[in-house]
């Protein structure tokens, strides 16, 4: 069982920067991808980043691609959004999410295929 905490959010103004970790909790974290979704208010809820355990590869929403990257750090449990260059548009609760087991239909930019959920930080971006 893993539990999912995320922080580094905050306020910003628009082409700064800000770090967001999600560390995970329990014996051992080895899961089959790791995502980052946000949701503003009104919204639904919006795919950003994924991250395929397995081999590393990494995917971005077209909307964060080139400001993004996503990273992790295995000794530590723990995955990293950097964000760079960010704009007003960018203001959300940021999620971090994990799929534990193989699906061989998963789609990592839909929120319905994760099955663990950390409890938000907010990401503020003024103009």
């Known amino acids: 069982q893993v539990q999912l905490v995320e922080s580094g959010g905050g306020l910003v103004q628009a082409g700064g920067f800000l770090k967001l970790s999600c560390a995970a909790s329990?014996?051992?974290?080895?899961?089959?991808?790791m995502g980052w979704f946000r949701q503003a208010p009104g919204k639904e809820r919006e795919f950003v980043s994924a991250i395929r355990w397995s081999d590393s590869s990494t995917y971005y929403a077209d909307s964060v691609k080139g400001r993004f990257t996503l990273s992790r750090d295995n000794a530590k449990n723990t995955v990293y959004l950097q964000m760079n260059s960010l704009k007003p548009e960018d203001t959300a609760v940021y999620y971090c999410a994990a799929r534990l087991t193989y699906y061989s239909r998963f789609s990592y930019y839909n929120p319905s295929h994760y099955g663990y959920w950390g409890q938000g930080t907010q990401v503020t971006v003024s103009s």
């Open positions: 329990g014996r051992t974290f080895s899961p089959y991808y």
